[in-house]
């Protein structure tokens, strides 16, 4: 498999990034980073998180023949995700300046606020949709969690199956794919 064009990860945090990075490698996609740092992001062929979020109208400028795939879900169980990672599991972040930046421009907040990720969520999602208004088959809508995987994204991408599962990493409690 040779994939003609990098290929980029614009969902927000907790909608299937990690399995998604997993999955491009073995499509052929060769240097794949999950949330890279922005001075990295000339030099991969596809990655996703909150810096491919921040910056995917660059990422698009500067490869003019780039796939977009929007994972997502349905917002109440990200927003489930999002409360156990603020909350139940979170990642230290103080002094981490970029990550808190990133954050505070995506979501505008850093903690768990349901209100404002709510608001941020749908922004999200509204402004990749009028982006990619005129341009449709550059962008994918995948839901991962929905059980969405290989026949979605290898169609969008135009590549062949590969005869291994879709990767499902990073689960807290989702049922396990079920398409091969």
Same mark, same amino acid.
């Given at each position: 498999?040779?994939?003609?064009?990098?290929?980029?990860?614009?969902?927000?945090?907790?909608?299937?990034?990690?399995?998604?990075?997993?999955?491009?490698?073995?499509?052929?996609?060769?240097?794949?980073?999950?949330?890279?740092?922005?001075?990295?992001?000339?030099?991969?062929?596809?990655?996703?998180?909150?810096?491919?979020?921040?910056?995917?109208?660059?990422?698009?400028?500067?490869?003019?023949?780039?796939?977009?795939?929007?994972?997502?879900?349905?917002?109440?169980?990200?927003?489930?995700?999002?409360?156990?990672? /603020?909350?139940?599991?979170?990642?230290?972040?103080?002094?981490? /300046?970029?990550?808190?930046?990133?954050?505070?421009?995506?979501?505008?907040?850093?903690?768990?606020?349901?209100?404002?990720?709510?608001?941020?969520?749908?922004? /999200?999602?509204?402004?990749?949709?009028?982006?990619?208004?005129?341009?449709?088959?550059?962008?994918?809508?995948?839901?991962?969690?929905?059980?969405?995987?290989?026949?979605?994204?290898?169609?969008?991408?135009?590549?062949?199956?590969?005869?291994?599962?879709?990767?499902?990493?990073?689960?807290? /409690?989702?049922?396990?794919?079920?398409?091969?």
């Amino acid at each position: 498999m040779n994939p003609s064009s990098h290929c980029w990860g614009i969902g927000l945090a907790r909608t299937g990034n990690t399995s998604f990075c997993a999955a491009l490698p073995l499509l052929g996609y060769g240097t794949v980073t999950q949330d890279p740092k922005f001075e990295e992001l000339r030099d991969l062929d596809g990655a996703s998180g909150n810096c491919v979020v921040l910056h995917f109208k660059y990422l698009d400028y500067l490869f003019p023949c780039s796939k977009f795939v929007l994972t997502t879900r349905a917002i109440e169980a990200w927003l489930r995700s999002m409360e156990i990672a /603020h909350i139940a599991d979170p990642r230290p972040i103080q002094g981490q /300046h970029e990550r808190i930046a990133r954050r505070m421009a995506i979501y505008e907040c850093v903690d768990y606020d349901e209100e404002v990720l709510s608001g941020a969520f749908h922004r /999200h999602h509204t402004e990749v949709r009028r982006y990619f208004a005129e341009r449709p088959n550059d962008l994918l809508e995948l839901d991962i969690s929905a059980g969405e995987g290989w026949q979605r994204l290898c169609g969008f991408l135009r590549l062949p199956v590969p005869d291994v599962p879709f990767p499902m990493l990073n689960q807290s /409690h989702s049922a396990a794919m079920r398409e091969p």
